[in-house]
């Protein structure tokens, strides 16, 4: 594995109140304080910034909890993101997305056993990330199961989680180690 280019930072290069925020979201996630928070947070503002508006996305969005899981894993998957894929997967499986759905994911949206809205979703999903942008044909399919606002939603979650993939892969962050149990070493 490359070594990272950007390190995790200490409390001292995050700050007290970042190294809080990243304990949070690594307890929440099963794992130690995750390594990409911690590489953002190197700088401070820009890393609260960013927590602030990924989590209106997510968890704090609109769409149903397995939708998002669902375009997110989609995308990690199609830039080959191991490190969201994999941090993607304990998330999604709170939210029903279960090992045959993680599956039936790397087939795509053609594969069988996706509802309707489920293939609309991971349609535009793959749009997106090909070509940036969605056709008339990908974007009716998709406003007969979202709401305008839904999609205008839809669209931000995929372009943040493209963006992140490239931050990820450009500064090789490395993945997280699970949490260990109480009492274990």
Same mark, same amino acid.
């Given at each position: 594995m490359t070594a990272p280019r950007a390190t995790p930072g200490g409390i001292r290069e995050v700050g007290v109140v970042n190294w809080l925020a990243c304990r949070a979201a690594g307890r929440a996630a099963?794992?130690?304080?995750?390594n990409l928070f911690l590489t953002l947070a190197r700088r401070r503002g820009l890393f609260r910034g960013w927590l602030w508006f990924a989590g209106r996305l997510m968890p704090g969005g609109t769409l149903p909890r +397995?939708?998002?899981?669902l375009v997110?894993?989609?995308v990690a998957h199609l830039r080959d993101c191991h490190y969201e894929f994999g941090h993607h997967v304990r998330l999604a499986r709170r939210a029903g997305v279960r090992e045959p759905d993680v599956e039936r994911l790397k087939a795509g949206p053609d594969a069988g056993g996706w509802t309707p809205?489920? +293939?609309a979703i991971l349609t535009a999903a793959d749009r997106l990330h090909a070509e940036q942008d969605l056709d008339d044909e990908t974007w009716t399919r998709l406003r007969t199961h979202l709401t305008e606002g839904e999609c205008v939603e839809l669209t931000m979650l995929a372009a943040h989680y493209e963006m992140l993939a490239?931050?990820?892969t450009t500064l090789r962050v490395q993945p997280d180690r699970p949490r260990r149990?109480?009492?274990g070493r």
């Open positions: 099963g794992t130690g304080p995750p +397995r939708d998002t899981e997110i894993l989609r809205r489920e +293939r490239t931050v990820i149990p109480a009492g």
